[in-house]
């Protein structure tokens, strides 16, 4: 779990107040809540976002591909939100569901699902050892999307086009994982919505 540590750490040490909303983009329709954020800038290639915190239910999945960590961490992920919690409820996890990417051939990938707006001040704990509560800091990303069933091939594409989008820009941005965002829920193919981001470092670039 090196590529991520410092991250982790991160997450575990803020304490900032979190919010969840409900999301007026076409692509939270299908959820009861979504993150909310604002979009500082943007590009045609592109848009910057700033998230405030949020506290979510998170898993770290061991896999080799994308495809097979999010089956995974998503089963795990959703039997807490249905109930396998101390308190026994279910809830309805905000969108989007996001995994954390590593570039390098490390293995692991670590899954959450913000939680909603009513559990944000207490949130459940959770009855299986590999799923845990924490927050996230406040962050800015870069962000794009794209349409259709997320697979590694899609991904890399839409990675490899941001990621030169954002190297012609000369924007500075963390480059060792990037984060990966689903929307709706797994259906058909059409109806589904994904992004990739990578985090900011310093001030954000919006210029075509």
Known sequence: MIYFSGL?????VLTAEAKSGSGSKAFCADAQQC???NVTCKTDDYEVRS???SYVAAT???ASTLEDAQMIGYSRLLAYFNGSNDMGVSMDPVAP????VPHNKATEYFIQLALPAEYQREAPIPTDNSVFVTYTPPTTFYVVGYHGKKTDRKERKAIESLTR???SA???YIKEYHFSAIYIKPGPEGNMYNEVAFLVMGEPVCED
Request: aromatic letters at 8%; a negative charge.
């Open 8 to 12: 982790v750490v991160c997450l575990l």
């Open 35 to 37: 993150l909310v954020y």
């Open 51 to 53: 998230y405030e915190s």
């Open 60 to 62: 770290i999945v061991k």
């Open 97 to 100: 569901g996001l995994v954390i």
């Open 165 to 167: 989008d954002l190297d």
């Open 170 to 172: 000369g924007a500075s």
